[in-house]
């Protein structure tokens, strides 16, 4: 049997996908994303970043402490109003960029827009001081302003240039902080005495007893209730009440100045001095400057059109956007031992084998299968849900695969068996030696893979066909199989390197490294929709394509093959498998060994 170490890297391939823009895949943790911060200085800004905001031609747009500043993704350039013109003033702490093209400015001094090269002042609006998150188009395209008028909050919304405010009886206590509309239509406004209800209907204050400073931010809830950001943690309203709330987390974030839900429903919470907190799919995650954020005070969340997340502090701006190569952890996946196979499963789940039994990670909950009776593993924080009793021996799990039936077939040393109500039923063909991986063919059959009996196959009736190796055409065992979908047959990876296709009890054609094939031995073998195979092997990642989908003897493939460059580390690539994750993405998922990664096809680098 092949031995590979938990510090071996695995591929997981990314696949197009048809929508056009994406939210950062809830899968992973924030430490998971790729990051850059643009610190405060070094030729970048000069001042803080207090606002972001993104105009239809897909420019960012900084407020600062100095002035706007418009971002490209590389370089920053101060703007410039026109001749004769000028902001209430240069300290920019709110923007907004509306859907008709118009960029709205909020200042302490008071309130602006531009548009088509006009610049705007509200006299309305002058000496208002715009809150940090004051400003927001509802769905009618109405500019609502919030704000701090001399010793009171000021609210204001905005209709073809018509200024109308409420503020004459002070209701709204010192300052109004956030606004938001949800998903029914209803307008709310954080304050400094409450969460006020402000549309439809007469408005309604919901005040929030032995929280100071009212309410800081403002967005959706789990169940569409609003979520607050208050000086004392989290808060949300729930039939007419505020209660506390807590994310999935032993760590509380104490002290919520900053909210924002992506469009894949995860929430990220902003505070003034622990950094960022991240819950997505039942768990959450701290990202903090001692994890590389760019300081501990968050000002502003924003999500951009790609859907990548930008975080400003009081010391520069962050991004967190999707890896072309992101790690996935053993720690992620509560993994202990090391890891030898990989199945992505039909719901979504990950199947992961290790040197210590069988693990199954989905949605961010954990399952490990263990005889009744065995020690509970503990590898790390997250939280691990115990299945005893499943007839498994908490030993190296050589192989997994799920069937056309979606029964998860599992290998380990002289056992080998399907998954039933999470109990092995196990195979009575198979007491000695080891199966290195299991396919189905196209018309049903299971075949194994075994290191000494050769090849076997398993018929829907349940009869057992042994093929020895040298009666299969080969002197070496396959570490990978896998049945190809359009002509039948099945292709064998070897050790120490190598592929062949196997047909009717011959070999049919044998590609090498000298063919162009990664070097080093196969670990995996995956058909793709349009007919190509990808091969992981030792050395890399190789695709072979034939012209009319079908191996002819003589006739060369498309053959390109490449690793995954990452500076000074070429991590070896040890499996492909499909994974299609609940958010809607498409994946291929890695095996043999963690971390696992993932990489568009577009990025593997050809070998010279």
């Not at 189905?440 to 009869?463: K, Y």
Request: proline share 6%; charged share 20%; glycine share 12%.
């Amino acid at each position: 049997m092949i031995n590979t170490s938990a510090k071996v890297c695995a591929a997981i391939i990314l696949l197009a996908c048809c929508h056009c823009a994406f939210a950062l895949n809830p899968a992973l943790e924030v430490s998971q994303y790729a990051h850059k911060s643009w610190p405060i200085g070094e030729g970048f800004l000069k001042g803080r970043v207090i606002s972001i905001a993104q105009t239809p031609d897909g420019y960012l747009w900084l407020g600062t402490e100095f002035g706007l500043v418009r971002f490209d993704g590389v370089r920053t350039a101060d703007w410039k109003p026109p001749p004769g013109r000028h902001l209430p003033s240069d300290s920019i702490r709110s923007l907004l960029a509306a859907r008709d093209g118009s960029l709205w400015i909020g200042t302490d001094k008071g309130l602006a827009s531009w548009k088509d090269g006009k610049l705007t002042s509200y006299a309305e609006l002058a000496g208002v001081i715009i809150s940090l998150r004051g400003l927001f188009e509802d769905r009618e395209g109405s500019i609502w302003v919030g704000g701090e008028a001399p010793s009171k909050g000021k609210l204001c919304a905005i209709r073809n240039g018509i200024v109308q405010c409420d503020e004459a009886d002070g209701r709204l206590g010192a300052a109004v902080s956030d606004i938001y509309e949800d998903k029914q239509g209803i307008l709310w406004a954080g304050a400094e005495n409450g969460l006020w209800r402000w549309k439809p209907g007469p408005p309604q204050l919901y005040p929030i007893p032995g929280v100071p400073y009212g309410v800081f931010a403002v967005r959706e809830g789990d169940s569409a209730e609003p979520l607050l950001g208050t000086y004392r943690g989290l808060r949300r309203l729930v039939s007419g009440k505020v209660e506390e709330y807590s994310v999935p987390s032993p760590i509380q974030p104490p002290y919520v100045t900053s909210l924002l839900r992506d469009r894949d429903g995860g929430l990220w919470i902003g505070t003034p001095n622990t950094g960022l907190t991240h819950v997505a799919w039942g768990r959450a995650d701290i990202f903090a400057e001692s994890q590389g954020l760019s300081a501990d005070s968050v000002y502003a969340l924003f999500e951009d059109r790609e859907g990548n997340i930008w975080v400003s502090t009081d010391k520069g701006v962050d991004r967190f956007r999707d890896y072309a190569i992101p790690t996935i952890s053993a720690n992620q996946i509560s993994a202990v031992g090391s890891v030898f196979s990989v199945l992505a499963a039909s719901d979504g789940s990950v199947w992961i084998g290790t040197s210590k039994g069988l693990r199954r990670w989905n949605r961010g909950e954990v399952s490990t299968y263990r005889e009744r009776g065995a020690p509970q593993q503990r590898a790390n924080q997250h939280a691990v849900k115990e299945i005893a009793g499943t007839g498994l021996p908490e030993r190296t799990i050589t192989a997994l695969f799920q069937d056309h039936r979606g029964r998860i077939w599992v290998a380990v040393p002289g056992v080998v068996g399907y998954l039933q109500n999470d109990r092995l039923v196990p195979l009575r063909s198979f007491t000695t030696g080891n199966v290195l991986s299991i396919v189905e063919d196209t018309a049903g059959n299971l075949w194994f893979s075994h290191t000494s009996l050769g090849l076997i196959r398993l018929d829907s009736d349940g009869d057992v066909q042994k093929i020895p190796w040298p009666n299969a055409g080969s002197s070496r065992f396959a570490v990978a199989v896998a049945a190809d979908p359009v002509q039948g047959g099945l292709w064998l990876g070897f050790y120490p390197g190598g592929i062949s296709y196997w047909k009717d009890g011959k070999i049919r054609a044998t590609y090498a490294a000298a063919d162009g094939l990664a070097q080093g031995y196969v670990s995996d073998l995956w058909h793709d929709g349009d007919g190509a195979l990808w091969v992981s092997a030792e050395g890399g990642l190789s695709r072979l394509r034939w012209p009319h989908r079908h191996v002819y003897p003589g006739e060369r493939p498309a053959l390109r093959s490449g690793t995954l460059d990452q500076g000074r580390r070429k991590p070896r690539i040890l499996a492909v498998h499909v994974l299609r994750l609940a958010a809607g993405r498409a994946f291929r998922s890695g095996g043999v060994g963690f971390p696992a990664r993932t990489v568009e096809p577009r990025l593997v680098h050809k070998q010279p």
